[in-house]
């Protein structure tokens, strides 16, 4: 068994990507379209997306409470962050101070895990090691299924008939290579390169593959001898490359929900099922029932925005890739089916996340802060150091992008 903690991402394992992008080339027709059905059926409300004069922002009332509801939520998040070892001490030593042996070591293990520190245990262990293996090598699969249904890398991609073999042909051979864990860096340089590609059907297809860059991070940090090695596990330095492409790819697909309203209804009005979700009623929580389905598209964003963010700044990491993996698995199995089966990328990479024990943050000044004010005794000016960036980063994150996507006209989309 290794790890990958001796290679590293140089410019010069870059320069692959650059080779391989003629391989990528491919005549495919219609490329932005997702791979599942989104037909809209029923004409969405344009002005609810649009400017409202009389509203503050001249954001729609209902899209702000949205959004109030989601800065609240990640303000609460940031708070308990940055406060987290008080509260794990106050409850494993007030609440549950009486409980010894297994079950006071279960209690312990479980806060870990819940406050990203390492999870000490063989079960655990062996877990990580598995989700390595998984995420390293699902990729191939996908490949596999995109080559026997004639498209590229997904089914939204379909390939042209007249250099089809050609591309099946490549991609079975790349998927080989993953499988059998050979040439790892230049099946990174190859994925790049074709993420890279996909821009030239627009910049909204980029940002929809982007969690494909995830594994290829990993493989070009992976050494050229990489079929002469088992590797089960990622550096601290990779798992926050991959926390920041993953997390940040979901950020940015949740705005691009709300930027796109009529791709994501038409997805509603195929699969009612995706408006039952417990999470989007949560944030559509007050809004005017007459704009339900515009209120839904809003808090789906939303979702996958305040996931996104969260999880790419490294606050509560493994509860929010969690939460993630059970509803983009819910999506695959229940809603969509098996049109989905390309979420086995993100679904990989969620796996490691929940699981490694190599996890950092991005707020770690705040928290330097936060504890110096504890230890000379300062507890008011703690607490607006904790309180005032966490209120701060909620409404930047919510409110100045809503309020500049009132002046883009999306209708013709």
């Known amino acids: 068994m290794a790890s990958l903690t001796k290679q590293r991402i140089t410019p010069a394992s870059l320069l692959p990507a650059a080779a391989c992008l003629p391989l990528t080339y491919s005549a495919i027709a219609h490329a932005h379209e997702r791979f599942i ?14 400017r409202n004069p009389d509203a503050f922002l001249g954001i729609n009332p209902n899209m702000t409470l949205v959004g109030l509801h989601v800065a609240v ?38 806060g870990c895990f819940v406050v990203d520190r390492p999870v000490k245990g063989r079960i655990f262990h062996a877990i990580s090691e598995w989700a390595v293996i ?26 042209d008939p007249a250099s089809a073999n050609a591309f099946k042909f490549l ?17 990174g340089a190859i994925v790049v390169g074709l993420w890279i590609y996909l ?56 705005w691009l929900k709300v930027y796109n309203y009529n791709l994501v209804a038409g997805v509603g009005d195929n699969y009612p099922s995706v408006m039952n979700d417990p ?84 707020f770690e000044k705040i928290e330097e802060l936060s504890d110096r004010l504890a230890r000379q005794g300062r507890t008011a000016r703690q607490m607006l150091s904790i309180a005032g960036p966490a209120i701060a980063v909620s409404l930047l994150l919510i409110f100045p992008i809503l309020f500049a996507l009132t002046f883009i006209d999306r209708s013709t989309l």
């Not at 982007?210 to 050494?223: D, F, H, N």
């Open 171 to 187: 991609q079975v051979g790349v998927a080989i290579l993953i499988l059998t864990q050979t040439l790892l860096p230049l099946c």
């Open 73 to 110: 939520i990640v303000a609460a998040f940031l708070v308990i962050w940055f406060l987290r070892n008080r509260i794990e001490q106050f409850v494993e030593r007030r609440l549950f101070g009486f409980l010894k042996g297994k079950p006071q070591r279960m209690l312990h293990m479980l």
């Open 279 to 362: 999470l989007m009623k949560l944030l559509a929580v007050g809004t005017d029932p007459a704009y339900a389905r515009e209120s839904w598209i809003v808090a789906f964003g939303m979702a996958e925005i305040m996931s996104g963010f969260l999880l790419m700044m490294g606050v509560f990491t493994r509860v929010w890739a969690a939460i993630m993996f059970f509803m983009f698995t819910k999506l695959m199995l229940v809603d969509f089916g098996w049109e989905e089966i390309p979420h086995i990328y993100p679904l990989g990479a969620m796996l490691v996340v929940i699981t490694s024990s190599k996890h950092s943050c991005e």
């Open 37 to 50: 059905k989104h037909d809209l059926r029923h004409a969405v409300d344009k002005a609810f997306f649009g």
């Open 199 to 254: 821009i030239r059907w627009g910049w909204m297809v980029s940002i929809d593959a982007a969690p494909v860059l995830t594994v290829a991070i990993v493989y070009m940090a992976s050494p050229w001898l990489s079929h002469k090695v088992a590797i089960t596990d990622i550096n601290k330095q990779q798992m926050r490359m991959l926390r920041l492409v993953l997390g940040g790819g979901f950020f940015a697909l949740g």
């Open 134 to 159: 998984f995420f390293m090598r699902s990729p191939g699969l996908v490949l596999m299924y995109s080559a026997s249904n004639d498209s590229l890398v997904m089914p939204s991609y379909p390939l």
